[in-house]
């Protein structure tokens, strides 16, 4: 398949706006699959997991390839939970472009503002589909107004309705100038173009002057032909449309009701239409690893490039082992030949390339740039590890994951069963790098923590279910943060006699604090020839494990910048063993002179509630320690903005339905850490 003849998509939004059910329609229509699945019913090919069958919500980014018109399309359907943040950036980073799923009744909802970001932090061109047009409520230019004032992006509407609500019909085309209705005895499968009726002509005529004015306005050929009043066709309209779709000048609008089967062709016309190939758009950065120095490198998406991919995801399958999803951005990888991690600088080999569906699969012989695929037989590979050759060892930008803020303890119920929990977690946080475990030093216990409470209840079912571990867990705990909040530098040496042999070295550290929120750094200023790179290596590992390990608490470091400025070398003497004891040693001293802080999790809080609630909801958060940030009006509701301290959110799902009569619902997601006023005394 060429490569502008491939599309890389994926489906976001916020939850229950109907991203599964429209990846459903799209499978129907493409003929991937020959029945329509319900999410109501745990039907849906895509949510494939038998939580996602119960819950009826997607917790898997799943992966599918179809065809449409000679057209390639992989597709990702993303979760819309915010606990399962990470699925979605992992899958947006991969992708060449997006569809957003608004609701038409609901406009711009809090988790769809989350996934808006992330895709434009990855410069992720986009299309948006206005589900549930047929809804009560349903307001088709006042949602496509609302993503216009919270994101400032142009929005091109390339439908419009004909009737909204119970009395929607169908849409006028505004391109073809036509009314399109769909067929319900053929499931949708059919629809019929007509002329626009008189009455809606002057309104349809009105839509399309806005929609050519906006390409217009992107495009110098158009404008010239616009200004000179010349007919533009509807294949230059198109061409403009795709350029400023990919340049992200402007956000094609189209519509439908996927649950009842209306506008889903027009959708997939758009995404071969509008959203890039890729080649199309800006080549993929990455860093060119050389023994002493790094340098930034660009890949082209090229099929005779030198091979580059990266895994996005891992998933477990019990028969085939781990399955790595990887996405190519260069050169091409069989299957049956070795690949070299660049990260870990080590050579694998790829048994056998799959192109999966859900959880079906059928086997590739080889998988080119561009292209998404599975990879069976990788024991080392992570998420986020460049596959490449050792002649080009590129290593893309890894994905950066937000910090787990929840932690439970869990213990297997017997001895036997310790060996398969630990293997089950071993597992688990390959695939999910939001999820971590360790072992309590000083009570011996196992502690699992996760980006939230559903986050840890899907983790801890699928170990129960899918692996059979048998466990008891304890209730949640707040996972802290530390960080130094001023600069201080220390030098250590290291001497110790082991076995007989000498062992020594000397390091000099500088530990500062940095912004918050931008993560830990680290640096090694020191450039000497005659020291081996497996010392440098074993000084950066030693700081590595210090940042994990804290300072006063035991909790990990974060926005705190490590740079080591000088090394204490003998050739006869030093060991990579003492150099990593040193580094610690060295973190432990600087940091007790930079004013270590604990630092606590605080969330954002989005309250969807009804307008007679709005008092009783807000002063469930104050009562918590929480701060009301601001409130929205919704014609379904009252969106009530806040913060609040994760240690005081406990319990706040039950407190808040009970003031409101049920009525309330909440989202929940990481802000940021900030000091925690009274230290870990006041935490317990």
Request: negative net charge; charged residues 25%.
């Amino acid at each position: 398949m060429s490569l502008e003849k491939m599309r890389n998509i994926g489906i976001m939004a916020h939850i229950d706006a109907g991203k599964t059910t429209t990846t459903e329609r799209i499978l129907y229509y493409t003929k991937k699959i020959h029945k329509i699945g319900e999410i109501d019913d745990g039907q849906a090919t895509m949510d494939w997991m038998a939580q996602e069958q119960e819950r009826g919500i997607t917790i898997c980014s799943a992966a599918t390839t179809t065809y449409w018109k000679d057209y390639q399309i992989n597709i990702i359907d993303t979760p819309g939970h915010v606990d399962f943040t990470a699925e979605v950036e992992r899958s947006l980073r991969v992708l060449d472009g997006a569809v957003c799923v608004l609701c038409a009744v609901d406009g711009v909802q809090p988790q769809t503002e989350t996934v808006w970001k992330q895709a434009d932090e990855f410069n992720v061109p986009r299309l948006c589909f206005m589900n549930k047009m047929d809804r009560i409520g349903a307001d088709f230019f006042g949602s496509m107004e609302d993503v216009h004032n919270k994101f400032g992006v142009e929005c091109v509407a390339l439908q419009i309705p004909i009737g909204q609500g119970p009395d929607f019909e169908g849409v006028i085309d505004l391109l073809k100038m036509k009314e399109i209705r769909w067929d319900a005895e053929t499931e949708g499968e059919k629809f019929t173009e007509s002329d626009i009726d008189p009455s809606r002509l002057d309104e349809a005529k009105m839509w399309r002057e806005k929609l050519v004015d906006a390409v217009a306005s992107s495009d110098d050929a158009l404008a010239e032909l616009y200004l000179e009043g010349k007919e533009i066709t509807v294949e230059q309209l198109k061409a403009a449309l795709r350029k400023g779709t990919i340049s992200r000048a402007f956000v094609p609008f189209v519509m439908g009701s996927s649950r009842h089967n209306q506008g889903v062709q027009p959708l997939i016309d758009a995404v071969v239409d509008y959203l890039p190939a890729p080649d199309e758009i800006p080549p993929a950065k990455g860093v060119h690893v050389k023994r002493d120095k790094t340098e930034d490198v660009e890949v082209p998406c090229k099929e005779n490039g030198q091979a580059l991919g990266l895994v996005f995801k891992i998933q477990y399958d019990r028969e085939m082992g781990p399955l790595c999803y990887v996405r190519m951005y260069s050169g091409k990888i069989a299957a049956g030949t070795q690949v070299f991690n660049v990260g870990k600088k080590k050579r694998e080999r790829v048994n056998r390339i799959l192109r999966m569906h859900a959880d079906k699969s059928e086997p590739m012989e080889s998988v080119s740039a561009g292209d998404i695929a599975v990879f069976i037989g990788l024991k080392l590979a992570q998420t986020g590890d460049s596959l490449g050759s050792e002649g080009f060892p590129v290593l893309l930008e890894s994905v950066n994951f937000p910090e787990p803020v929840i932690s439970v303890a869990i213990e297997p119920d017997s001895i036997s069963e310790r060996d398969k929990l630990n293997e089950t977690l071993e597992i688990l946080s390959r695939e999910d790098p939001t999820f971590t475990h360790k072992e309590d030093a000083e009570t011996g216990q196992m502690i699992i923590s996760g980006m939230g409470e559903l986050h840890l209840d899907v983790l801890v079912t699928r170990m129960k279910d899918d692996f059979g571990v048998k466990a008891r867990v304890g209730s949640p705990q707040v996972t802290y943060r530390e960080a130094v909040t001023a600069q201080s530098t220390a030098t250590e040496n290291y001497s110790r006699v082991l076995g007989g042999k000498e062992n020594t070295a000397g390091v000099t550290v500088t530990i500062s604090p940095r912004e918050t929120g931008s993560g830990n750094s680290y640096e090694c200023l020191v450039r000497d020839s005659s020291i081996p790179e497996e010392i440098f290596d074993a000084v950066k590992n030693g700081f590595e494990n210090a940042l994990a390990a804290g300072i006063n608490y035991g909790y990990p470091c974060v926005d705190t910048a490590v740079s080591v400025t000088a090394l204490d070398y003998n050739e006869l003497t030093s060991t990579t063993f003492a150099f990593e004891a040193c580094a610690v040693a060295a973190f432990d001293k600087a940091c007790k002179g930079a004013a270590p802080e604990l630092l606590e999790p605080v969330m954002d809080v989005e309250i969807s509630c009804p307008k007679e609630f709005v008092g009783d909801a807000m002063s469930q958060v104050t009562q918590r320690g929480g701060m009301i940030l601001g409130q929205d009006s919704k014609p379904s509701a009252e969106l009530i903005h806040c913060e609040a301290p994760m240690a005081k959110m406990f319990g706040f799902s039950t407190n808040l339905r009970s003031v409101t009569q049920g009525r309330a619902s909440f989202q929940m997601e990481f802000s940021h850490f900030q000091v925690k006023a009274g230290g870990l005394s006041s935490a317990y």
